[in-house]
């Protein structure tokens, strides 16, 4: 029992401390949790079962969810991995970008038909989170003076185009669970490994000091 209670103190304070990328498998289940919530909070709850997407389908909802909330995903690992080396004006970025994007909700809903309006405000979401996506990667790749987060969006891309092939190919829903922890359970193991080195390089500068 005290080995259990030291390892969940060490956690808490690792996440309290912002070290929450040494818990790949904490944050993956984290993650899940809240897609799924999300995703029910969406489907159930806003638009309700059955909802009639018109032409587009229910696999055009379930694609670009999955697209955007992953990506906000990688988006969160990378601010947790970067974070030590931003300056505080980047504080006022995120918040002209969260208003953006509700802009764009608000300009979807009106700019929809009155009979799809949920449709426009979800589409004005999607759109607007791709552009402050977007826009972050920018802003970090010339403040970091790092290609790295415009890699990690193009591996993103790559690997979530190949996710999409593989679940059409296989047409099974067992795939898509499979994938669905897989990829940012990868992720997530992978940052852990970069975080790894950064804290290591941080405290060799430290002890030169």
Not at 17 to 45: D, E, K, M, Y
Not at 51 to 66: A, E, P, Q
Not at 75 to 91: D, E, I, Q, T
Request: charged share 10%; proline share 2%; hydrophobic share 55%.
């Amino acid at each position: 029992m005290p080995k259990i209670v030291n390892f969940f103190k060490c956690v808490c304070t690792d996440i309290f401390a912002g070290r929450v990328l040494l818990h790949p498998i904490l944050l993956t289940a984290a993650f899940l949790v809240a897609r799924s919530g999300a995703f029910w909070l969406i489907n159930n709850a806003i638009f309700g079962l059955g909802y009639d997407w018109g032409f587009l389908g229910d696999g055009f909802f379930l694609m670009f969810y999955h697209f955007i909330i992953n990506a906000y995903f990688l988006v969160f690992c990378s601010y947790m991995l970067f974070r030590a080396s931003f300056v505080r004006w980047l504080k006022f970025i995120w918040l002209v970008l969260a208003i953006f994007i509700l802009i764009g909700c608000i300009y979807g809903y009106f700019d929809a038909h009155i009979n799809r309006q949920k449709e426009g405000v979800f589409v004005g979401f999607f759109i607007a989170s791709l552009v402050a996506i977007c826009a972050y990667v920018l802003v970090i790749t010339i403040e970091l003076k790092s290609f790295l987060p415009i890699a990690y969006t193009v591996v993103y891309l790559i690997s979530f185009s190949a996710s999409i092939w593989i679940v059409f190919n296989t047409q099974g829903n067992y795939t898509t669970m499979v994938l669905n922890i897989l990829c940012p359970l990868a992720w997530t193991f992978y940052f852990k490994y970069k975080f790894k080195g950064a804290l290591a390089k941080n405290a060799e500068n430290e002890s030169k000091i």
